[in-house]
């Protein structure tokens, strides 16, 4: 289960209720193992990303930015019954991400869209 974001703008989630922190899921298909292999190597291929955990339905990730060495939160959730990937990213320290954030996961939409002719943007 994806933890809420905080009411700071220093995270973006598709299961938050507000417009400011919320973000689309991502639309997936085909074999739910072969969306997280696909999505483990979208976040190994991106600057700063390190897959910590994985399952069967979720992996959790940190980014860390290259100059000031801070640590992202990144956490998917895959939901077979709807066909999307919930996701949550989140800065672990500061108050402002100036859009780090969502930016970084409109990256990882649009990478898994590219890797695999199933993948929808949703």
């Known amino acids: 289960m994806l933890v809420p974001c905080p009411s700071s703008p220093n995270c973006v989630s598709s299961r938050a209720a507000d417009n400011a922190h919320f973000v689309a899921p991502l639309a997936v298909s085909g074999d739910p193992g072969d969306v997280l ?3 483990r190597r ?13 399952s069967d339905t979720a992996v959790h990730a940190e980014f860390t930015s290259r100059l000031f060495r801070f640590v992202d939160d990144l956490d998917l959730e895959l939901d077979e019954r709807t066909r999307v990937v919930h996701v949550r990213s989140s800065s672990r320290v500061g108050y402002w991400d100036w859009g780090v954030n969502r930016r970084r996961v409109e990256a990882i939409r649009r990478a898994l869209a590219t890797e695999s002719p199933n993948a929808t943007a949703h």
């Open 42 to 54: 979208v976040i190994e291929g991106m600057s700063g990303g390190r897959v910590v955990t994985t």
């Open 37 to 39: 292999r696909r999505l």
